[in-house]
């Protein structure tokens, strides 16, 4: 059975034939710097002992320092962390951040732990990998089951090997080392990019009907910037059901159903939302900001949005890319899309190695200005080259971490 891994390396494969690159070259560029999987033994709070697997996999270096999120759930496994981990090597290329890529998981659901198991879990994994991460070497970051709680709690423990290292990991609440605007920087970016992708198209974002999956940190930041530029968000889905309305959701009020009833399903006023209906939407955007691999085979073709804006990773898998291009599809990958968090991950370690605190508009200027910057750029690509968006951000990345690597020395 194809893994994600094998799905990343299509994508990648398609670019590399528009760089003309070498069977060598692509190996080189594919092949992870290193894998690490270490064994997370915990106490439960019953008394029990719990085995954990736990991974980080440093894919590529060539551009600086790796970086790249911890996610907790209980899918993930080498392949999933293996094809994040390269395409934070792309991303962070896309987006021109001194960074190369990496990422790392533990297969537990954390919805199954109390506070104080995730806080062991968390520094047990520290214990295990702290020699091979770090401020100038690897710096994880918030990711799917993971928040700015967890970011401090590995901070806290890498400190008690190498003492103050702030820079060692990103995503920190804001009164600990955290950066002003790097909990909705994902979110807003990935509205930013919705934005500027209906400017280059003439189409009003004001008024479209947006369909989203996922309302955790990015899902819900996304969502709120959606109906403050005016977009309608009429349907909604998350782990506990969905919620549709063709007026538009209430996104503040739905947050604060979705703190109180542990999810968004059952929202006064709305309709129910399975994923399946949510898919095949007649709305004008469709954003994935949940899992991977959810846009495949069997829904591409009852899509019926004629764009989408990818702020998970990896949520479209090859054959459905396919599907979508030859209806006229015009998806932004995820490697642009939904780079604002790593981008304000970097303003996040450039203030803790200069111990000097950006204000939140500083912030999000600077993040607009990336994440437009980079727009353009691939925008640029596509047109010249007549390549879907995906392929032309792909071709950005992999030339970048190319040309790198060739003037490093192999
Ligand atoms: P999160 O854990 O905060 O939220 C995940 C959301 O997905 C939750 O609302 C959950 O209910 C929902 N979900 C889970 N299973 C679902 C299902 N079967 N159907 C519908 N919804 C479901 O995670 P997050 O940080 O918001 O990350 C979401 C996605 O964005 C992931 O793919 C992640 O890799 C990607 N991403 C996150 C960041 C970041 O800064 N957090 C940056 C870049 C990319």
Known sequence: MATSFDHARRFFDQAADVLDLSQNMRTLLLTPQREIKVQVAVERDNGELSTLIGYRIQHDKSRGPMKGGLRFHPEVDEAEVLTLASLMTWKTAVVNLPYGGAKGGIAVDPRTLSVGELERITRKFVDEIHDMV?????????????????MAWFANQYEKFY???????TGKPVD????EGREEATGRGVVTIAEALFKKLN??????RVALQGFGNVGSFAAEYLMEKGARV????DMT??????????????????????????????????NEQLFGADVDLLIPAALGG??????????RAPYIVEAANNPTTPEADEILHKKGVIVVPD????????????????QNRQHFKWDLERVRTELNKVMHESFERVWKIAEEKKIPLRTAAYVLGIGRVGRATVLGGV
Not at 295 to 302: F, P
Not at 335 to 350: K, M, P, Q
């Open 163 to 169: 003492g103050f290292q702030p820079a060692c990991v």
């Open 203 to 208: 189409r009003p974002l004001v008024g479209a």
């Open 241 to 274: 059901g969905g919620v549709w309305n063709p007026e538009g959701l209430d996104v503040r009020k739905l947050l604060e159903h979705a703190k109180s009833a542990g999810g968004v399903k059952g929202f006064p006023g709305t309709d129910p939302l399975s």
């Open 294 to 303: 959810v846009i495949n085979a069997a829904n591409a073709t009852s899509i």
């Open 134 to 150: 770090g401020p100038d070497k690897d710096i994880p970051a918030p990711d799917m089951g993971t928040n700015a709680q967890v």
């Open 176 to 179: 600990l080392h955290g950066s």
């Open 234 to 237: 009429v349907g909604l889905t």
């Open 335 to 350: 490697i642009l899309a939904n780079a604002g968090g790593v981008t304000v991950s970097y303003f996040e370690w450039v």
